[in-house]
């Protein structure tokens, strides 16, 4: 079998010059290998056409094969080899290139075998002074391996397989010679192995597709509904055509799944035939399961195309959890006329299911992709190199967040906002949706999408992905009954749905007109992050673009929107295929805090002249159009231990159902109206991420009978306060200041009473009136007035929510 193998080989050597191999030649004959990882590529002493060539047998005096103990192997103060060299022939080595077999003792683990051959070639490198090694495998249909350790590799080494070395020693004469005579032999093309080179041998794009383009059953689906992802290797062929050909499952002879020892494989590489069905892999797409019971005799993706290869197939899916690692080595020794792939595990059982359900006849074709240089159609559209350089920051946006069916009846949560992550498949242009008019319409409501029962089951991906439902039916009836939804996809309701742009694919046949996906919960004490989604698709080749646009959201924020509530989206509007940064971001004070240039400063009045007579502040866009001035006790506050926090810190959906959301800064005990009516409640600006935006706070605050809200910064700068859209109209003014001043007042407050006086406000800017600027200064309307107007207004409240 071996020979007709080669025969093979030689005839396809000379015709394919840029195929990747590692041979050399005796006389007329040629003989591939497989060399083993080294410095370089190519050496002086090893890569020469009058290499001498000295055979060193591997018995003792008496000619018997020595099985030492493995001990031997693994103890630092023993040397030894468990089949020894012939001391005569080692004597020959020095300056030349040794042959030598590996043992074919039965060792307990293919390890201890890779230590023996490390053992050799350190002794023949170092005592014997050797300028390479052509290693032979001592058993037939063993396929050479890497075995090179780190000491190992300093020394030039090719490995063939036992029927190469039986026709090396019986082409030279080895085999018939009482002592063997050294040869010549022309080592021009032993090309070694380096991972350097392996990585340059990468193709470009590595990721391509395979497709089922036929229905596999009559009156089937015509194919799969998308492409399967497929990962390219260094040792394909660098050009082939595209084929198409039947599935095969490969089974391993039972010989090679159930071996579990180093002499168990001997017997599975001994076997002709080591997959039950080897015969139905010829003209076909073989598929192996490494994730289902594999052989532990075969380890390596070359290992797998060259038993492909010699089955007869054309072409290989090697099925694995981990599908994104490119599989090498570029000097596979043999030449490969089929591609070789790996595909996600989801996909093989999408494969499997096919088949399952395929009339005989038809069978599921594959349809693997051309190659041409080594290069395969793109999976994945290729990133414009100006995206590539953007700051990663403004890969980064917002969704704005309002809560339909508020039914706190306490002024809190009506709206917010959640960082977002883009697809850079997006549409170049899009309008945005716009923040809602009526919050009783069904503009913008999202809708948490369910998968179907088979969707939702991991070990029922291929059921899933090959029906035409997907989507819990109540969910797509509800989605179809609303105007502009948008469907929310939390990634861990759906295991069968790897990539980004089948979860597109689901939201554009729901004629959603956006998609946010729900990233996957973090490990315990990680940040949850949003991510800019890569271009994916069945047609990226042609620059696929998705008609609507999509994001991705962090668990955290995530979590609110599944709360059961009803809530519209805001999205940006888009331009070149990116958000416009301005949008959301500004309706929702995202970047709040500007220049104080906007609005000028603030100056407040202070009973505490030695914190700041004239305490300058910052104002808010938000604040009422018209107020008069008044004077308030200040109220220190914090938020509570569930709502307060930085924004990897907090559990926001457990402050959105909290009633307590701020406490009282010295005692702890909870804000009540009481604690607020007629007063100025004053607060850090750090750790209120989950209240976002700050006009929520101010709004609680108002809700509960506060006259004013002055926030301390977390710097020394006072800033105008930006927020143009809001669910609710705030009467109570805003001011911020510096935190070095805003410390010192807070200090004093906690423990004391201090009263501030806040300026009027007209047209929606604060002034300051001619004059005193003291307490006692009374303008049209006094504080009491003021305070008795806010008390009128909260009775009135509260009998409406009564009634």
């Known amino acids: 079998m071996g020979s007709v193998r080669f025969v093979s080989a030689c005839l396809f050597l000379h015709a394919i010059v840029a195929e990747p191999l590692s041979y050399f030649l005796f006389e007329d004959e040629t003989f591939i290998c497989q060399p083993q990882r080294y410095e370089t590529p190519t050496t002086a002493a090893w890569n020469t056409p009058d290499q001498t060539l000295t055979f060193v047998r591997k018995v003792d005096a008496d000619g018997e094969t020595v099985c030492q103990p493995e001990s031997c192997l693994t103890d630092s103060e023993t040397s030894c ?389 997907h989507i819990d039916l109540d969910a797509l009836i509800s989605l179809r009954e609303n105007e502009e939804p948008i469907l929310l996809i939390d990634l861990e309701d759906w295991p069968c749905y790897l990539e980004y742009i089948h979860l597109t694919g689901l939201a554009i046949e729901a004629n959603a007109s956006a998609l946010v996906l729900v990233n996957e919960r973090p490990d315990p004490g990680q940040p949850s992050y949003v991510y800019t989604m890569g271009l994916a698709g069945h047609s990226q080749d042609d620059g696929w673009r998705s008609p609507i646009p999509v994001f991705n959201i962090d668990y955290t924020c995530g979590e609110r929107l599944i709360d059961g509530k009803r809530y519209m989206i805001h999205t940006p509007p888009l331009a070149n295929g990116l958000a416009v940064r301005d949008d959301v971001w500004d309706a929702f004070a995202i970047n709040n805090l500007q220049s104080k240039e906007e609005l000028g400063e603030a100056i407040l009045k202070t009973s505490e002249t030695e914190v700041c007579d004239r305490c300058a502040a910052g104002q808010a866009t938000f604040n009422p159009r018209q107020h008069a001035w008044f004077v308030g006790e200040l109220v220190v506050v914090k938020p509570s231990a569930v709502c307060g926090g930085s924004y990897f810190e907090v559990d926001c959906l457990a402050c959105d159902r909290s009633v307590d959301k701020f406490l009282h800064w010295t005692s702890g005990a909870p804000v009540l109206a009481a604690d607020l009516m007629g007063k100025i409640a004053v607060l850090k600006l750090r750790g209120t991420y989950c209240m976002h935006p700050f006009s929520n706070i101010v709004s609680w605050m108002q809700h509960r009978g506060a006259v004013g809200v002055i926030y301390i910064n977390n710097d020394e700068t006072i800033y105008t306060m930006v927020q143009p859209a809001m669910p609710y109209t705030l009467t109570i003014p805003t001011f911020n200041l510096p935190l070095t001043t805003g410390d010192a007042l807070l200090n004093k407050a906690k423990d004391e009473v201090v009263e501030m006086r806040l300026p009027s406000i007209v047209d929606g800017k604060a002034v300051t009136p001619e004059g005193s600027l003291g307490l006692d200064v009374r303008d049209s309307s006094t504080s009491d007035e003021l305070v008795a107007q806010k008390l009128l207004d909260q009775i009135e409240r509260e009998l409406k929510n009564k009634g």
């Open 81 to 469: 080899d468990t089949t020894e060299l012939n001391a005569d022939d080692l004597a020959k080595v020095s300056g030349t290139v040794a042959v030598i077999q590996g043992s074919d003792c039965l060792f307990e683990s293919e390890e201890y075998f890779a230590l023996d051959y490390q053992e050799k070639i350190l002794k023949l490198k170092v005592e014997w002074k050797a300028v390479g090694i052509v290693f032979a495998e001592p058993f037939n249909g063993k396929i050479g391996n890497f075995l090179s350790g780190k000491l190992a590799e300093k020394l030039p080494v090719c490995v063939i397989e036992l029927a190469t070395y039986t026709r090396l020693i019986y082409a030279t004469g080895w085999a018939n010679q009482a002592v063997p005579a050294k040869k010549k032999a022309n080592f021009d093309h032993a090309l070694l192995y380096t991972r350097e080179e392996d990585e340059n041998r990468v193709p470009i794009p590595k990721i391509t597709k395979a497709e089922v383009l036929q229905p596999w059953k009559a009156g089937g689906p015509d194919g799969l509904p998308f492409p399967l992802l497929a990962v390219t290797t260094t040792f394909n062929p660098r050009d082939i055509p595209s084929v198409s050909a039947k599935l095969v499952v490969a089974e391993w002879a039972p010989q090679c799944a159930d071996a579990e020892t180093y002499a168990a494989c001997v017997l599975c590489w001994g076997l002709d035939k080591p997959m039950s069905n080897y015969d139905d892999m010829a003209n076909s797409v073989m598929l192996l399961k490494l994730y289902a019971k594999n052989s532990r005799c075969y380890t390596s993706g070359f290992q797998y195309a060259m038993l492909a290869s010699r089955a007869g197939s054309k072409g290989l899916l090697i099925a694995t959890d981990a599908v994104f690692g490119i599989y090498g080595m570029y000097l596979v020794p043999e030449i490969l006329t089929m591609s070789t792939y790996k595909i996600l595990k989801q996909h093989a059982e999408v494969l499997e299911f096919a088949l399952s359900e395929a009339d005989q006849d038809l069978g599921v074709v594959v349809t693997l992709p051309a190659v041409t240089g080594s290069v395969a159609p793109a999976y994945l559209a290729e990133i414009e190199s100006d995206d590539l350089s953007k700051d990663p920051t403004e890969m980064v946006t917002a969704l704005g967040v309002w809560v339909v069916d508020d039914t706190s009846a306490n002024g809190w949560g009506s709206h917010y906002y959640c960082l977002a992550g883009q697809a850079l498949f997006n549409p170049l242009t899009h309008p945005g949706i716009a923040p809602p008019t009526d919050l009783a319409s069904t503009h913008g409501i999202i809708m948490h999408a369910m998968p179907t029962p088979a969707c939702a089951n991991s070990s029922r991906c291929g059921e899933c992905l090959t029906s035409r439902n």
